[in-house]
């Protein structure tokens, strides 16, 4: 019903595999940080030299500073970063997302503006969606944006915008036209940018004790008319036509690796028969979602959309990243026993704490189901 | 591949004739389905594991998965490995596995004129089938004899026969598990319950979701063991049988589940004919080794790699195939 294909990754992506690596050793005194989460490092200098080596709008065109690439070479080099808990947050939402939303439905000046910094690694954006009122009914976002002259004066509050305290831009879904009937329509993106504008941002500290989310409210805050991406109205539409590189990567299953690394190195060479099943367990899994997110970027190379197919990833993904760190508890306790656990422990609690996040950013596990449902007919 | 679309469209007919309920339940009372296996052997399809056949290794095994989709009362697995390895499809010989002085489990071996006993990881042996035979069936209904280990032959088989028994049937549950979706599929749709039909209840959506996230895992898992066949080393060939082995086992464990309560009642009746399905999913998943068999190799050899080596055995290319 829902098949995914069978994708062996080109020879092409295996080179850049072996170069990632060589990279990486030498960037040893950065890694590997205790969290694989693509969220929770964010490292300007590091996204910089990402940059500077071609791993950033990898599959963008040459003009605006990207690297013509095929979706594996930069499937490779994503999943190479996060196994190695390597610190990716800064550019990590401009390089997946907002980079190929702009070059889908931004115009030429905003094009040659926004993308080659990204592909630098030196400008570094934030989703605006949520709000306090619109979670998982993203439609119903109540933030305005009104046609003043040559301008749009901005109303509202966006929330939960990871990492807007740090990044340079934002893509605010707005209301540009009171709600109708049709609740798809009206809704527009919006280029803010983060410094300048007049938004005013204050971080959240969220369970881990970090600060990584933040409340953006917007009172009056003036931009000029070519801030819009896209057609006015056109908002909807843009928006989902993001979510299937949003869903399907191996940010979606990879979030809590390091455990599984730090679990094997606990147990040793001689696990215990339910050691040894845990892990081959987790490899399963693990090896299994692995394929099958190979197999949507093998959809988006060739030109489709796999919004179904990228939900169906990132659902199972979730469960399985959400998983891997009771799996790891339940067969190599969590309290210090023994020499070298320390690490072990380091990277379980950090780990576990970021748990709750996987299945409710980027569309809960529910909206994720839901998805799927229609995909098989259901509603 | 052309060539195996071809060999599945005309397949697919031979089993959508042969494999309604009624012959399901006339197999599992102990008739062997002369006619269905005429017409496999009609079409040489127990024949494409043969060198001489012509076709590649993983047509035999798409085939399997094609069986396992219609819950086909036959030993097709088990035939086409045997006459893989006798090199004579002229007679009829299925497979089982040693335990003791026994072999055990062969598929329908009161119809073989032979079976082969695969020891895990071990030899395969050899042993004419006579009147001592014991009749047993699975926990589906299908036939599964046993029969003492007399007068052994050693096959001399260069293949890993238990991880190609193994991935057959990772490959029919594969097959089992899509078709299990696709009748609760149809069955949310057109049972109504408080005015509108089950599949409008957001409940059911959900597991339905669950189920077809599984399907689709076990599907691209044991796809993908299909494509290590010939791989040039054996060692990562037997652990990607294990992986996918491992987690189809698991799926079954939560689709079956699932089947059976959208289905309701009617789904618990011998009636109906997703039993014949889900219980040959419960069957299946402890044949040719658990996901806790399989789990543990491959937690074993993970762990003797270390944890430094963990990512680079996630991410070995396919590309080891010769
Ligand atoms: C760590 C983190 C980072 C984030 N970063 C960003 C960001 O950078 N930018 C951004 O825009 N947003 C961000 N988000 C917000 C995220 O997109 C929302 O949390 C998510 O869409 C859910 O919205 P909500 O939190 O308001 O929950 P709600 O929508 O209120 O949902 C609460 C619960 O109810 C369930 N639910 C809701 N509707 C239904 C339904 N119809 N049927 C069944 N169940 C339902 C949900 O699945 C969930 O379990 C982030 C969230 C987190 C946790």
Partial sequence: MLQLDSVDLPESAERVRHEVREFLRAERDRLPRPCSDFASGHDPEFSRRLGERGWIGMTWPKQYGGGERTFFERYVVTEELLAAGAPVSAHWIADRQSGPLLLRYGSEDQKNRYLPPITRGESYFSIGMSEPNSGSDLASVRTTAERVGDQWRINGTKLWTTDAHRNHYMVALVRTEPPSENRHAGLSQLLIDLRNDGAAVRPIRNITGAEDFNEVVFEDVVVPADRIVGEPGNGWKQVTSELAYERSGPERFLSTFRVFVELVRAVGTQPTADQAAAIGRAAAHLMTLRRMSISVAGMLEAGKSPEVEAALVKSLGNDFEQALPELARSVAPTAPVAEGWDRYRETFVESLLNTPAFTLRGGTREIMRGVIARGLGLR | ?322
């Fill in chain 2, 1 to 322: 591949m052309d060539t195996r679309k071809l060999l599945l469209e005309s397949a697919e007919r031979i089993f959508a004739d042969h494999c309604d309920k009624e012959r399901l339940e006339s197999a599992e009372g102990g008739a062997f389905p002369e006619k269905l296996w005429g017409q496999i052997e009609e079409n040489g399809l127990h024949m494409l594991a043969m060198p001489e056949s012509g076709a590649e290794l993983g047509d035999a095994f798409a085939l399997v998965q094609l069986g396992g989709r219609h819950a086909a009362p036959i030993p097709l697995l088990e035939v086409t490995l045997a006459n893989r390895w006798t090199g004579d499809a002229g007679r009829f010989v299925s497979l089982g596995v040693v335990s003791g002085e026994r072999i055990v489990d062969i598929a329908w071996g009161r119809r073989a004129d032979a079976a082969i006993g695969i020891e895990p990881g071990g030899e395969a042996l050899l042993v004419e089938v006579d009147a001592d035979i014991e009749h047993r069936v699975n926990p589906s209904g299908e036939a599964r004899d046993s029969i003492e280990i007399r007068q052994p032959r050693t096959l001399d088989i260069e293949d890993p026969a238990w991880e190609l028994f193994a991935l057959g049937r990772t490959a029919a549950i594969a097959g089992c598990l899509g078709r299990v979706l696709e009748l609760s599929v149809q069955y949310v749709n057109e049972r109504q319950q408080f005015g509108r039909p089950l599949a409008k209840f957001q409940a059911i959506q959900h597991s339905l979701a669950i189920m077809a996230a599984e399907v689709a895992a076990a599907s691209r898992a044991a796809g993908s063991a299909i494509d290590m066949l010939g791989t040039a080393n054996p060692e990562r060939f037997a652990l990607e049988v294990g992986v996918a082995k491992a987690r189809v086992g698991e799926a079954c464990g939560i689709v079956a589940p699932i089947a059976h309560q959208v289905h309701g009642a009617i789904g618990f009746t011998h009636e109906h004919q997703l039993h014949h399905f889900t219980r040959r999913l419960w069957s299946w998943r402890d044949e040719a080794g658990s996901e806790r068999y399989w789990q543990e190799r491959v937690g074993r050899h993970v762990a003797g790699l270390g944890a430094e080596r963990l990512w680079e055995f996630v991410t070995a290319p396919n590309s080891l195939r010769s």
